[in-house]
Nanobody, 122 residues
């Protein structure tokens, strides 16, 4: 059974940092693009960041560019999202996703985690 499990969410003050982790099991994602998405209350899920299978290419939503960094450990089947200078508008449930069907920012991925809550207080 393929699983993506996120961790590292929590409550942080504005300006603070969090690091999210995504652990994959049941299948190797060493040849897949991995992505992070988020969904705030009352809003649609949106793309945050993605990383190529080698880690050599990264992609970010304009809203997080310069503040968030996605990276991965291919050997350990782990993907991370380092979030700095957090803002209240970053509050959302963050989801890890693997193996996109189409473009990396399309939201169409074969595998999804259950999400981890990030709350940024002002």
């Amino acid at each position: 059974q393929v699983q993506l499990v996120e961790s590292g969410g929590g409550l942080v003050q504005a300006g603070g940092s969090l690091r999210l982790s995504c652990a994959a099991s049941g299948r190797t994602f060493s040849r897949d693009v991995m992505g992070w998405f988020r969904q705030a209350p009352g809003k649609e899920r949106e793309f945050v960041a993605a990383i190529s299978w080698s880690g050599g290419s990264t992609y970010y939503a304009d809203s997080v560019k310069g503040r968030f960094t996605i990276f991965r450990d291919v050997a350990l089947n782990l993907v991370y999202l380092q979030m700095n200078s957090l803002k209240p508008e970053d509050t959302a449930v963050y989801y890890c996703a693997g193996n996109p069907i189409g473009n990396y920012d399309s939201g169409k991925y074969a595998y999804w985690g259950q999400g981890t809550q990030v709350t940024v207080s002002s």
